[in-house]
């Protein structure tokens, strides 16, 4: 099918026309309706602020809460790390913030509601019982679309994420004091693991059990180091990440991430072959960098890890479209562009943003760039003589 378009229609603006501001596209200038419409959304971010920050600070006071009971009314809560708490708490509040600002956008709000349907919906699920599962494997934990891209990026960013994960897992239940372990005499080799006051295990902090549980933290470092320094050298040679590079959003998590591991790794070589030499300078390197990165998260780059497990619902909700054969297919070449409730979904974020272009997700990439050029050799080169 190599016939131009159709005729524009008030559901399809014509491509070749040129386009003007949201809501002067068919040439009529703005009424008192919509100044009054541009005043409402004016104060859209006041309203939006104001929830942001009441979720911040309803997540931020059940931390502490959650702080305060498990470790049994602060009984077992190490007041040597109360700045790594604090930061928690400043975390928890940051990323209630930015979580509801992100998804109160059309777009992020439209892709949020969707894919909350299609992860709770019993429908997709008695059709397709292990998709859920399987993308949570794939896509959230595995993130094997990486290694479409590049299998060294790919390697590079499952180090850092595992890294990672096992970091979180035991700093943020010692720092609020979840966990503790207590020695029946008082210097070992026996220890207890204790949750909430809840004896878990038992284990001998002289065999291959003890050690992983008190260097747990060390193969973490050792995970995110590799990962993260490859990332770094990758900043600083590959032509392409250099163009669009920032000091502060990309480069400055990944010092932090090897500042972190590496200060880790020095406390560690301090208490076993230096008698503790320097050790609280490193401690104290090292919590202002932990510190640091906790409060950095929900407003620089790491704020996509986030961000990824909303992304699962949106995935599921592609794929029980494709399940379903509901793809659509561009209306010029007739190739596949994605699931038709999909476009559809993108049509309507485009309708609430105002931009008039809800049309042109009907089209694929390529069609889309000759429909641009056709446009340009008709209304714009021919005006010049």
């Known amino acids: 099918m190599t016939e131009p378009p159709e005729a524009p229609t008030a559901e399809q603006p014509d491509p070749g026309a040129p386009a003007g501001p949201p809501g002067e596209a068919d040439g009529r200038k703005r009424g008192p309706g919509s100044a009054f419409a541009a005043r409402a959304a004016a104060a859209v971010p006041r309203s939006v602020t104001g929830r942001a920050t009441l979720a911040g600070v309803l997540v931020s006071a059940l931390l502490i809460l959650a ?19 604090v930061a928690t708490v400043f975390l928890a509040f940051g990323v209630a913030y930015r979580y509801t600002v992100w998804i109160s956008a059309p777009g992020a709000r439209r892709l949020f509601t969707q894919g909350r349907r299609s992860l709770f919906s019993a429908e997709n699920f008695r059709k397709a019982p292990t998709a859920l599962p399987k993308m949570i494997a794939t896509y959230l934990g595995f993130q094997k679309f990486l290694g479409a891209r590049s299998h060294a990026r790919w390697v590079a960013h499952q180090l850092i994420f595992w890294g990672c994960i096992l970091a979180s897992l035991i700093t943020f239940p010692l720092t609020w004091g979840w966990f503790t372990f207590t020695s029946d005499s008082g210097s070992g080799p026996g220890y207890e693991m204790r949750i909430w006051g809840f004896k878990i295990l038992g284990f001998d902090s002289l065999n291959i059990i003890g050690w992983l549980m008190f260097h747990g933290l060390d193969i973490a470092a050792v995970l995110v180091i590799p990962g993260a320094s490859y990332f770094l050298w ?86 029980t479209g494709r399940q379903d054969d ?60």
């Open 67 to 85: 702080i305060v009971s498990g470790s049994r009314l602060l009984r077992n809560f190490d007041s040597a790390l109360l700045p790594y708490a």
């Open 234 to 319: 990758r900043r600083m040679k590959d032509r392409g990440a250099i163009t669009g590079q920032r000091f502060a959003y990309d480069m400055v998590p990944l010092l932090a991430l090897i500042v972190i591991s590496v200060t880790g790794l020095l406390l560690t070589f301090s208490s076993l072959f230096l008698r503790g030499g320097g050790y609280e300078f490193l401690a104290i390197l090292h919590m202002v960098s932990v510190v640091f990165t906790l409060i950095y998260i929900p407003f620089g780059k790491f704020f996509h890890i986030v961000q990824r497990p909303a992304a699962v619902g949106m995935q599921l909700f592609k794929y």
């Open 326 to 385: 509901e793809v659509f297919a561009c209306r010029r070449c007739e190739e596949p562009i994605d699931t038709g409730p999909y476009v559809e979904n993108l049509r309507g974020t485009m309708r609430d943003l105002g931009l008039g272009f809800d049309a042109w997700a009907e089209y694929c990439p390529r069609c889309k760039r000759v429909l641009r050029g056709s446009a340009y050799l008709s209304q714009v080169k021919k005006g010049f003589k």
